[in-house]
């Protein structure tokens, strides 16, 4: 067993960067850092830092070298000069292009993949990406059209023949015709359960960075690390900065996505808020953040009665995909490696349960816990002292997130939520749970929902000793917080008959723009 350490000046670990020590590494697998020297051969690397290497899953080439070049050499160059500069493993990618160019430029690549002997010193190949020809003119972008096809599997099976197996990503309009196939004939099948009887809402508004709405309104690109920064900031840094930075990277693209099926499919118009509308004032920036939300938000015309979520239903059921409803989570499987492999799910109408097997995987979007009291006030126990009322799913009991740690997940150690001041209480009703016999749980809140608006305006609020405690301008979440530390966790707001032309002279946004439509006085 070969063994040895690395010295350098600075480490950058998953638990953070380490000045200085020694990082183990046996077998040529790294192990665990240490501040003091080893008793093994010390490799030295002093005046140096040492980082995980970068993974580029969408390029095209490098150094003056292309993937379409059918180069097996080039290949070999791109990946030289790709370790040099920190990228270990690439995805080669290749364009939209004649069927016998692209199963040519797999074929290269696979060559150069299969010459490499063990002192290769470059970025691995860790497969193939075919970015088109499967798209439509809607969307073509910078790929030639004269090249857009369907997608075809016998196709496929060509490219994925010259290519020895190594494609591992394909690009594709899920609108063109045969897309289902495609998707299924490439182990992309898949299905949906859901545990209510009927598609559920979600919210109409979203926002999305840099999408092509906001280039076309010219809107100036978003500054995405002061973005990060920003959105960490508001949640403490209670966050996984890798899942906001994904939502920052592909938001765009999601929206398009959906845009396109909106209107080019369902003839719904999606409706754009940008510029001054969308923006946080500027001037809150001296006591609070200029930056809290995207600059362009997204909703669709609803005056057609439609719902978004009804009309995605049925676009994936034309692309022959369906949902079984009355179907709820109870576990996830794993085999002996720990791989999940698939779900145990239960008949919300009978009890039956039901196994699905999983080729690729399951994702879970199950949604958040605000319908579990015991979820809440073990997970969120400041949140639920606090809060008056809920507007929530009552399905969302957290189902998802237990079956996730029951089969090995990290949870959180602590909760970050986001608490909008709605809840509206009589006079001396504190914050919090009480009793409920209706409720899931035998808790529920005392307020009733759906109490929009009026206390998301920047009125006068106090305590019930009659003191101001908070400014008011604060983010929805500073008020509802600062009253955890007042009488019954709770405040007063002092508004007038004039409360709707007082609303007009605020600079709100979002749900607080609503107020003048939804307030009623």
């Not at 580029?56 to 040099?84: K, M």
């Not at 997130?401 to 959180?412: P, Q």
């Amino acid at each position: 067993m070969s063994t040895y350490a690395i010295k350098a000046d600075k480490f950058f670990l998953p638990a953070g960067p380490q000045l200085g020590g020694y990082l183990m590494v046996e077998d040529g697998v790294f192990g665990a850092w240490q501040a003091d020297e080893p008793s093994c051969e010390i490799k030295d690397y002093t005046g140096s830092w040492i980082a995980p290497g970068m993974v580029d899953t969408h390029i095209h080439g490098f150094y003056n070298h292309s993937t379409t070049d059918n180069d097996p050499e080039g290949i070999d160059i791109s990946s030289t000069e790709l370790a040099r500069r920190g990228t270990t493993s690439w995805l080669p990618t290749t364009f939209t292009d004649g069927v016998e160019q692209i199963k040519d430029a797999c074929a290269a690549i696979a060559q150069a993949d299969e010459g490499r002997g063990p002192d290769f010193c470059g970025a691995r190949i860790q497969g193939i990406y075919l970015e088109g020809p499967f798209f439509t003119m809607k969307h073509v972008g910078a790929q030639n059209p004269a090249y857009l096809i369907d997608p075809s599997e016998e196709v496929f099976d060509q490219w994925q023949e010259a290519a020895g197996g190594r494609i591992v990503k394909s690009a594709m309009a899920a609108e063109r015709d045969g897309a289902a196939a495609y998707a299924a004939a490439n182990g992309l099948n898949f299905r949906i359960i859901e545990q209510n009887g009927n598609v559920q809402d979600t919210r109409h508004w979203y926002g999305a960075i840099d999408s092509a709405a906001a280039k076309e309104a010219g809107e100036k690109p978003a500054d995405r690390a002061k973005l990060l920064s920003e959105i960490s900031r508001y949640a403490s840094g209670k966050c996984d900065q890798r899942v906001v930075k994904t939502w920052i990277n592909e938001s765009g693209e999601m929206i398009e996505f959906i845009r396109s099926i909106m209107e080019d499919k369902y003839g719904v118009k999606m409706i754009y808020t940008y510029g001054d509308e969308a923006r946080w004032p500027a001037e809150n920036a001296e006591h609070n953040t200029d930056y809290m939300y995207p600059e362009i938000e997204y909703t669709y015309d609803r005056s057609s009665g439609a719902a978004r979520n009804e009309l995605l239903l049925d676009y994936i059921r034309e692309l022959g995909y369906d949902v079984d409803f009355k179907t709820s989570l109870a576990k996830l499987e794993k085999d002996e490696t720990g791989r999940i492999t698939g779900v145990i799910a239960q008949s919300t109408e009978d009890d039956h349960f039901i196994r699905y097997n999983a080729n690729k995987g399951v994702l879970l979007a199950c949604g958040g816990f605000p319908g579990n009291p015991y979820m809440m006030e073990q997970l969120d126990p400041l949140g639920t002292s606090v809060t008056t009322a809920c507007s929530y799913s009552p399905a969302d009991k957290g189902y998802g997130i237990r079956a996730a740690v029951w089969a090995g997940a990290n949870l959180d150690k602590e909760a970050a939520p986001m608490l909008f001041d709605r809840g509206i209480v009589a006079p001396g009703v504190d914050g919090g749970y009480v009793a409920s016999d209706s409720a899931f749980g035998g808790k529920a809140f005392p307020g009733p929902i759906r109490q929009y608006n009026p206390g998301t305006q920047p009125f006068l609020k106090v305590n019930r000793n009659g003191e101001r405690f908070a400014n008011e301008s604060s983010p929805y979440n500073d008020i509802v917080y600062a009253a955890a530390h007042q009488p019954g966790r709770v405040y007063a707001q002092i508004c007038d008959a004039n409360v709707l032309e007082d609303a007009k002279r605020f600079h709100t946004i979002g749900c607080s723009a609503q107020t003048l439509s939804l307030i009623h006085i």
